[in-house]
C-alpha cells in the first residue's frame, strides 16, 4: 500500500511539474495570495475599516506580482525603491482628487513615465507599473488628503506582508527554480514517449488525434526546453556546468524529436517531412502497407515502455534491478549487430530509441551526478565514453554580449509605446468621464493594460478583444457571485483570494480568462465597498469597450507599427539567425574552427518564438483574410522545420571535438553554401522587395546520398545524417521562398 501511495504522488508530481514547469505560475499564485491574505490579517487585527482592507489587498497584489527579476538581492531592492514610488503616488493621487484637469494631466504624464521605464529593464518596468497601479488604487477607494495616514499604513503593511510572502512563505531561488525546470522537462520528455507509443498503436482512425497529440507535446518540451535556457545563467554556479546541462537538454529534445519522426515513417512507406509534426492538419504520410503494423510493433511498444521507465525512474534505483538491463537493452540498439531483423524503417526506429536512450542517460548524469556502472554492458560502457569524452570537451567560452534595444526608425520601441499610451489614455480619460464622473479610470486602466508585451497594431487588437470578451464574462459571474456573497464580508474576501490565485495561475495561458476573474473579482470588491449595482458592472463592460478601442487607435494612429512591419522585421531577424547557425553548423562539420553552436540554435529558437507570437493578429479566428492566416501558420511550420534541423546539425557539430571517431567533411561545406545563401536571399527579400539576390535552384542533396536507407549510406553515418538534415533544410528553405514570393534563379548545370 505504500508502496502504491507512494507511486501515485510521484505520478501526481510528474503531472503538475508537466503541466507547469518550474511550478513557476503556482508559485506566483500562492505567493500573491499569501501577501493579500496576511495583508488583510495584518490590517484586521489593527482595527483598519473595509476600505483599508480593500487598499492594502491591492497595494499587496500589486507589490507581489510587479517584481519580475530572477535574483532574491534585485527582487528585494526592487521592492525597497517600489513602497516610497507608491507612497508618493497615493499621496499625489490623494492631493490631485480634487483639481480634475490637473489629476489628469498628472494621470498622463505618469502612464508617459511609467511605460518609458520598460527601456531600464525589470526594475524600471516595476517600479512604473507600482507607481500607475497605487495611482490607480487611490482613485479607486476615492483616496482624500484626510484618509492618506491610513492609506500610508495599509500600503506599508502590504509592502511588508509582500516581502514575507515572497522570501519566507514561498520562496524562489534560481537554483531552485532552475531544479523544477529539469524536473519539469523529464516529466515533459516522458509524457511524449506515451504520446508516441499511442501514435504506434493508434488505428487508422485514431492517427490524426494521436499526431495532434505527438505535436502538442513536442512543443511543450521545446518551451520547457527554452525556459531552462533562460534559467541557465542564474540557477548555476559554474558556467562549465551551465554549459553541459543546456547540451544535455538540446541532446534529449532532438532525439525525441527524431524518434517521433521514425515512427511516423515507419508508419508509411514514405520517409516523414517534420513539417508533419510542426503544422496542424498536415495530413500523415501513407504509402501502403504499415510495415511497423506487424510483429515488430510489440517489441517496438516494450522498447518505447521502457525508455518512458528509464526517463522517470528516481535516481538509485536502478541499480541491480531489471531497469539496468532495460537500460542496456536500449543502448544495445545502437550497435548494428543488436538491431533485429526487420524492415529498414523499423530499424531506423529502434536506432531511435537507442539514441534517446543514450540521450537519456547523459541528461541523468548531467542532472543527478555520476551512476553506478556495475552493470554495464560493453554498449552501455561505450555510451558512458562516448558523454565523457563530450563532457571534457566542453570547456567556457565568454559569453556574447547582450543586444540592446533597437530602434524602429528614429525611436525606440519603449519611447514609441510610451507616446502611443499617453494619447491613448488622454483619450479614454476623456471619453471615460463622459461615461461616467466616478468610474472613468477603467477606460484608462484597460488602455494601459492592452499596450503590456504588445509592439504592433494587430497585438493590441487582439488583446483588446481578449480583454473585452473576458470581462463581459466576468460581469455575469460578478452579478452571480455578488448575489451570492451578499453582506458576508469574510465570505467576500475568501472568493476574492480564490479568484486571484485563479487570475495569476491562468495568466500565461489565457489572457481571456485572466480577465474573467479579475472582473468576477471587482464584483465582489464593489460589494465589500457597498457601491455595487448591475449598473456599476454593465458600465465596467463599456468602459472596458472604450479603453480597448482607444488603445486600437492611439497604437494605429499615433506611430504606429503595423503587424505586417512588425512581423517582417522578426522574419528577417529569424531568417539570419537561422543562416548564421547553419554556416557555422556546416563549417565545423566541414573542419572549420569551434563555434558556440547551441547558444546560437537556442537565439534562433527565441527569435522564432517572438515571431510566433507576433503572428497571433493573423492566425487569430477574428481575423478577416483566411488567405494570410493559413500563409501565416504555413511559414511559421516551416520555419520551425528549419529550426529542428538547424539544432540537429549544431549538436552534431559539437560532437567532432569529443569524438576521434568522427571525422569532419570538407565536401559537406559546398553542399550548405547554397542553403546558406537561399536563407539570406529570402531575408534580403524581406527586408527589401527590390534587392538584387535571388533564390537558386539546383540539383537536389538528396542525389548526394546512395538511394536506399540511413542502414547502407553512401558515406559515413554522421556525415548521411548531416546530409539528411541538410536535403530536409533545403526542401523547408526552398518552400518558405513560394509563400515569401522570393525571385527564383534556376542553376544551370
Given at each position: 500500500?505504500?508502496?502504491?501511495?507512494?507511486?501515485?504522488?510521484?505520478e501526481?508530481?510528474?503531472?503538475?511539474?508537466?503541466?507547469d514547469?518550474?511550478?513557476?505560475?503556482?508559485?506566483?499564485?500562492?505567493?500573491?495570495?499569501?501577501?493579500i491574505?496576511?495583508?488583510?490579517?495584518?490590517?484586521?487585527?489593527?482595527?483598519?475599516?473595509?476600505?483599508?482592507l480593500?487598499?492594502?489587498?491591492?497595494?499587496?497584489?500589486?507589490?507581489?506580482?510587479?517584481?519580475?527579476?530572477?535574483?532574491?538581492?534585485?527582487q528585494?531592492?526592487?521592492?525597497a525603491?517600489?513602497?516610497?514610488?507608491?507612497?508618493?503616488?497615493?499621496?499625489?493621487?490623494?492631493?490631485?482628487?480634487?483639481?480634475?484637469?490637473?489629476?489628469?494631466?498628472?494621470f498622463?504624464a505618469?502612464?508617459?513615465?511609467?511605460?518609458?521605464?520598460?527601456?531600464?529593464?525589470?526594475?524600471g518596468?516595476?517600479?512604473?507599473?507600482?507607481?500607475?497601479?497605487?495611482?490607480?488604487?487611490?482613485?479607486?477607494v476615492?483616496?482624500?488628503?484626510?484618509?492618506?495616514?491610513?492609506?500610508?499604513?495599509?500600503?506599508?503593511v502590504?509592502?511588508v506582508?509582500?516581502?514575507?510572502a515572497?522570501?519566507?512563505l514561498?520562496?524562489q531561488t534560481?537554483?531552485g527554480?532552475?531544479?523544477?525546470?529539469?524536473?519539469?522537462?523529464?516529466?515533459?520528455?516522458?509524457?511524449?514517449?506515451?504520446?508516441?507509443?499511442?501514435?504506434?498503436?493508434?488505428?487508422?482512425?485514431?492517427?490524426?488525434?494521436?499526431?495532434?497529440?505527438?505535436?502538442?507535446?513536442?512543443?511543450?518540451?521545446?518551451?520547457?526546453?527554452?525556459?531552462?535556457?533562460?534559467?541557465l545563467e542564474?540557477?548555476?554556479?559554474?558556467?562549465?556546468?551551465?554549459?553541459?546541462?543546456?547540451r544535455?537538454?538540446?541532446?534529449?529534445e532532438?532525439?525525441?524529436?527524431?524518434?517521433?519522426?521514425?515512427?511516423?515513417?515507419?508508419?508509411?512507406?514514405?520517409?516523414?517531412?517534420?513539417?508533419?509534426?510542426?503544422?496542424?492538419?498536415?495530413?500523415?504520410?501513407?504509402?501502403?502497407?504499415l510495415?511497423?503494423?506487424d510483429?515488430?510493433a510489440?517489441?517496438?511498444?516494450?522498447?518505447?515502455?521502457?525508455?518512458?521507465?528509464?526517463?522517470?525512474?528516481?535516481?538509485?534505483?536502478?541499480?541491480?534491478?531489471?531497469?539496468?538491463?532495460?537500460?542496456?537493452r536500449?543502448?544495445?540498439y545502437?550497435?548494428?549487430?543488436?538491431l533485429?531483423?526487420?524492415?529498414?524503417?523499423?530499424?531506423?526506429?529502434?536506432?531511435?530509441i537507442?539514441?534517446?536512450?543514450?540521450a537519456?542517460?547523459?541528461?541523468?548524469?548531467?542532472l543527478?551526478?555520476?551512476?553506478?556502472?556495475?552493470?554495464d554492458?560493453p554498449?552501455t560502457?561505450?555510451?558512458?565514453?562516448?558523454?565523457?569524452?563530450?563532457?571534457?570537451?566542453?570547456?567556457?567560452?565568454?559569453?556574447?554580449?547582450?543586444?540592446?534595444?533597437?530602434?524602429?526608425?528614429?525611436l525606440?520601441?519603449?519611447?514609441?509605446?510610451?507616446?502611443q499610451?499617453?494619447v491613448?489614455?488622454?483619450?479614454?480619460?476623456?471619453?471615460?468621464?463622459?461615461?461616467?464622473?466616478?468610474?472613468?479610470?477603467?477606460?484608462?486602466l484597460t488602455?494601459?493594460i492592452?499596450?503590456?508585451?504588445?509592439?504592433?497594431?494587430?497585438?493590441?487588437?487582439?488583446?483588446?478583444?481578449?480583454?473585452?470578451?473576458?470581462?463581459?464574462?466576468?460581469v455575469?459571474?460578478?452579478?452571480g457571485?455578488?448575489?451570492?456573497?451578499g453582506?458576508?464580508?469574510?465570505?467576500?474576501?475568501?472568493?476574492?483570494?480564490?479568484?486571484?490565485?485563479?487570475?495569476?495561475?491562468t495568466?500565461?495561458?489565457?489572457?481571456?480568462?485572466?480577465?474573467?476573474?479579475?472582473?468576477?473579482?471587482?464584483?465582489?470588491?464593489?460589494?465589500l465597498?457597498n457601491?455595487?449595482?448591475?449598473?456599476?458592472?454593465?458600465?465596467?463592460v463599456?468602459?472596458?469597450?472604450?479603453?480597448?478601442?482607444?488603445?486600437v487607435?492611439?497604437?494605429?494612429?499615433?506611430?504606429?507599427?503595423?503587424?505586417?512591419?512588425?512581423?517582417?522585421?522578426?522574419?528577417?531577424?529569424?531568417?539570419?539567425?537561422?543562416?548564421?547557425v547553419?554556416?557555422?553548423?556546416v563549417?565545423?562539420?566541414?573542419?572549420?574552427?569551434?563555434?558556440?553552436?547551441?547558444?546560437?540554435?537556442?537565439?534562433?529558437?527565441?527569435?522564432?518564438?517572438?515571431?510566433?507570437?507576433?503572428?497571433?493578429?493573423?492566425?487569430h479566428?477574428?481575423a478577416?483574410?483566411?488567405?494570410?492566416?493559413?500563409?501565416?501558420?504555413?511559414v511559421?511550420?516551416?520555419?520551425?522545420t528549419?529550426a529542428?534541423?538547424?539544432?540537429?546539425?549544431a549538436?552534431?557539430?559539437?560532437?567532432?571535438p569529443?569524438?576521434?571517431?568522427?571525422?569532419?567533411?570538407?565536401?559537406?561545406?559546398?553542399?550548405g553554401?547554397?542553403?546558406?545563401?537561399?536563407?539570406?536571399?529570402?531575408?534580403?527579400?524581406?527586408?527589401?522587395?527590390?534587392?538584387?539576390?535571388?533564390?537558386?535552384?539546383?540539383?537536389?542533396?538528396?542525389?548526394?546520398?546512395?538511394?536506399?536507407?540511413l542502414?547502407?549510406?553512401?558515406?559515413?553515418?554522421?556525415?548521411?545524417r548531416?546530409?539528411?538534415?541538410?536535403q530536409?533544410?533545403?526542401?523547408?528553405?526552398?518552400?518558405?521562398?513560394?509563400?515569401?514570393?522570393a525571385?527564383?534563379?534556376?542553376?544551370?548545370l
Amino acid at each position: 500500500m505504500r508502496t502504491a501511495g507512494r507511486s501515485v504522488r510521484a505520478e501526481l508530481r510528474d503531472r503538475l511539474a508537466a503541466s507547469d514547469p518550474g511550478l513557476l505560475r503556482l508559485a506566483a499564485g500562492l505567493r500573491t495570495v499569501l501577501a493579500i491574505t496576511l495583508s488583510l490579517a495584518a490590517s484586521a487585527l489593527a482595527g483598519a475599516d473595509v476600505t483599508l482592507l480593500v487598499a492594502a489587498a491591492m497595494a499587496a497584489m500589486v507589490a507581489t506580482f510587479a517584481i519580475r527579476e530572477k535574483q532574491r538581492g534585485r527582487q528585494a531592492g526592487t521592492l525597497a525603491l517600489g513602497l516610497p514610488v507608491a507612497l508618493v503616488s497615493v499621496s499625489l493621487g490623494a492631493l490631485l482628487g480634487a483639481h480634475i484637469v490637473a489629476g489628469d494631466l498628472f494621470f498622463v504624464a505618469l502612464i508617459f513615465c511609467a511605460v518609458y521605464g520598460r527601456r531600464y529593464g525589470d526594475r524600471g518596468t516595476a517600479l512604473g507599473l507600482i507607481g500607475f497601479q497605487i495611482y490607480f488604487l487611490s482613485l479607486f477607494v476615492h483616496a482624500t488628503v484626510p484618509t492618506l495616514p491610513g492609506l500610508y499604513g495599509a500600503i506599508v503593511v502590504a509592502f511588508v506582508c509582500s516581502a514575507l510572502a515572497r522570501f519566507v512563505l514561498v520562496p524562489q531561488t534560481p537554483a531552485g527554480t532552475l531544479d523544477r525546470l529539469r524536473r519539469a522537462f523529464r516529466a515533459r520528455l516522458a509524457q511524449l514517449v506515451g504520446a508516441q507509443i499511442e501514435l504506434l498503436d493508434a488505428g487508422p482512425e485514431e492517427v490524426d488525434k494521436a499526431l495532434e497529440v505527438v505535436r502538442v507535446r513536442t512543443a511543450r518540451l521545446h518551451e520547457t526546453a527554452l525556459l531552462i535556457q533562460g534559467r541557465l545563467e542564474d540557477g548555476t554556479s559554474d558556467e562549465a556546468v551551465a554549459r553541459l546541462l543546456q547540451r544535455r537538454i538540446a541532446d534529449a529534445e532532438i532525439a525525441a524529436e527524431r524518434l517521433g519522426l521514425m515512427l511516423l515513417t515507419a508508419r508509411s512507406a514514405e520517409r516523414a517531412d517534420t513539417l508533419t509534426l510542426h503544422l496542424p492538419g498536415a495530413p500523415l504520410p501513407f504509402g501502403g502497407e504499415l510495415p511497423v503494423r506487424d510483429e515488430w510493433a510489440a517489441e517496438l511498444r516494450r522498447a518505447l515502455e521502457a525508455l518512458r521507465l528509464l526517463v522517470l525512474r528516481p535516481v538509485g534505483k536502478d541499480t541491480g534491478t531489471g531497469l539496468a538491463r532495460l537500460r542496456n537493452r536500449l543502448l544495445g540498439y545502437r550497435e548494428e549487430e543488436n538491431l533485429p531483423d526487420a524492415p529498414s524503417a523499423v530499424q531506423d526506429v529502434f536506432r531511435g530509441i537507442g539514441e534517446a536512450a543514450r540521450a537519456v542517460l547523459g541528461l541523468r548524469i548531467a542532472l543527478d551526478g555520476p551512476q553506478d556502472e556495475s552493470a554495464d554492458t560493453p554498449a552501455t560502457a561505450r555510451s558512458r565514453e562516448e558523454l565523457d569524452a563530450e563532457d571534457a570537451a566542453i570547456g567556457g567560452e565568454e559569453e556574447g554580449e547582450r543586444e540592446e534595444e533597437q530602434p524602429i526608425g528614429r525611436l525606440r520601441p519603449t519611447t514609441r509605446a510610451a507616446v502611443q499610451v499617453a494619447v491613448g489614455s488622454a483619450l479614454a480619460m476623456v471619453g471615460g468621464e463622459l461615461l461616467s464622473g466616478n468610474r472613468w479610470y477603467w477606460a484608462v486602466l484597460t488602455c494601459w493594460i492592452v499596450f503590456i508585451n504588445t509592439a504592433s497594431t494587430g497585438e493590441i487588437l487582439v488583446k483588446g478583444y481578449r480583454r473585452v470578451l473576458g470581462t463581459v464574462f466576468g460581469v455575469v459571474a460578478g452579478i452571480g457571485l455578488a448575489g451570492l456573497v451578499g453582506h458576508h464580508t469574510w465570505t467576500a474576501f475568501g472568493l476574492v483570494l480564490l479568484l486571484i490565485f485563479a487570475m495569476f495561475y491562468t495568466a500565461p495561458l489565457s489572457y481571456t480568462l485572466m480577465s474573467f476573474f479579475v472582473t468576477a473579482m471587482l464584483g465582489l470588491l464593489y460589494t465589500l465597498l457597498n457601491t455595487y449595482s448591475t449598473s456599476v458592472l454593465v458600465l465596467r463592460v463599456e468602459e472596458t469597450a472604450l479603453g480597448a478601442a482607444c488603445g486600437v487607435f492611439a497604437a494605429a494612429v499615433v506611430l504606429p507599427v503595423h503587424t505586417d512591419r512588425r512581423t517582417n522585421e522578426l522574419l528577417a531577424g529569424v531568417l539570419n539567425r537561422l543562416a548564421d547557425v547553419t554556416r557555422a553548423a556546416v563549417d565545423q562539420l566541414s573542419g572549420g574552427p569551434p563555434a558556440d553552436l547551441l547558444d546560437r540554435a537556442r537565439e534562433l529558437d527565441q527569435a522564432l518564438a517572438e515571431l510566433r507570437a507576433s503572428t497571433q493578429p493573423l492566425t487569430h479566428p477574428i481575423a478577416p483574410q483566411r488567405s494570410r492566416r493559413n500563409t501565416a501558420r504555413y511559414v511559421v511550420a516551416l520555419l520551425e522545420t528549419c529550426a529542428y534541423h538547424a539544432r540537429s546539425l549544431a549538436a552534431t557539430a559539437e560532437l567532432l571535438p569529443a569524438y576521434p571517431s568522427i571525422a569532419a567533411d570538407p565536401r559537406l561545406r559546398g553542399v550548405g553554401q547554397r542553403i546558406v545563401h537561399n536563407i539570406e536571399a529570402i531575408a534580403g527579400h524581406i527586408t527589401d522587395p527590390h534587392a538584387g539576390s535571388r533564390v537558386e535552384t539546383g540539383p537536389s542533396i538528396a542525389s548526394l546520398l546512395k538511394p536506399g536507407t540511413l542502414a547502407t549510406p553512401h558515406y559515413d553515418r554522421v556525415t548521411d545524417r548531416v546530409l539528411r538534415h541538410l536535403q530536409r533544410l533545403d526542401e523547408a528553405v526552398m518552400g518558405l521562398a513560394r509563400p515569401l514570393r522570393a525571385p527564383l534563379e534556376p542553376r544551370k548545370l
